[in-house]
């Protein structure tokens, strides 16, 4: 199946500070996700970006689908954005049989310090 | 936007008891949901496909009597958990979407379960 790795595994930072998370996918994909799951554990969607750029206020995403990553940005972090960062992924298979199976990559676990 | 209910958020039971957790899409129709388990600090892991009116498809490793499912309209899946174990102890968590291709997967709020 397919494979996605996230890096890095864990980040901590200042609050202000800016951050970069990767995510890399081994095959062609219909669709992909960045999710932040807070403490209570919910899963907030954060983008839906098989492709190209897109921004919501202090966060935005790209992603290169010809070369199998995304990249997640947060700017001028706060503590609140404190959690675990999911990407996950829809392979891009023929007949269709995988439509909105998501696979998820194992987080990136982002602490903030005021 | 699209909202995914599910229900209830937490149990608490004993051993041998059966669970039934509900995964609702409020505002849209879906004719396939998905269902995800989370073991602490790990990633989620898709258990099962449930298709409206037909068998549900598992994963591979998931036992299909252990963990029932029904999806017996466009805005309703059920997951059972039969004869709950304290190994089945995990948080559950369903995704739909509308049906049209290239939408995103939204998930409900997830049902932390534990078996004592």
């Known amino acids: 199946g397919i494979q996605v790795e996230q890096s890095p595994p864990d980040l901590i930072l200042q609050e202000g500070a800016n951050s970069t998370l990767r995510c890399n996918f081994s095959?062609?994909?219909?669709?992909l996700q960045w999710f932040h799951q807070n403490p209570w554990g919910q899963l907030i969607n954060l983008f839906y970006?098989?492709?190209g750029t897109k921004q919501n206020g202090r966060l935005s995403a790209t992603t290169v689908a010809t070369e199998r990553y995304s990249l997640l940005y947060i700017s001028s972090s706060q503590t609140t954005d404190s959690g675990v960062y999911f990407c996950?992924?829809?392979?891009?298979?023929?007949?269709?049989?995988?439509?909105?199976?998501?696979?998820f990559g194992q987080g990136t676990i982002l602490t903030v310090h005021p | 936007g699209a909202v995914v209910s599910q229900h209830p958020s937490r149990v608490i039971c004993k051993s041998g008891t059966s669970v039934k957790i509900e995964c609702r899409s409020l505002d849209f129709q879906a004719t396939t949901m998905f269902w995800y388990r989370q073991f602490p600090k790990q990633s989620l892991m898709l258990m099962a496909t449930s298709n409206e009116g037909s068998k549900a498809t598992y994963e591979q490793g998931v036992e299909k009597d252990k963990f029932l499912i029904n999806h017996a309209s466009l805005t309703l899946s059920t997951l059972t958990v039969t004869s709950a174990h304290p190994e089945d102890s995990s948080f559950y968590i369903c995704?739909?979407?509308?049906?049209?291709?290239?939408?995103?997967?939204?998930f409900g709020d997830g049902t932390r379960l534990s078996i004592l």
């Open positions: 970006i098989p492709s």
């Open positions: 095959d062609s994909v219909n669709n």
């Open positions: 995704s739909a979407s509308p049906t049209a291709r290239g939408r995103p997967q939204h």
């Open positions: 996950a992924v829809e392979l891009e298979e023929k007949g269709g049989t995988s439509y909105g199976k998501l696979t």
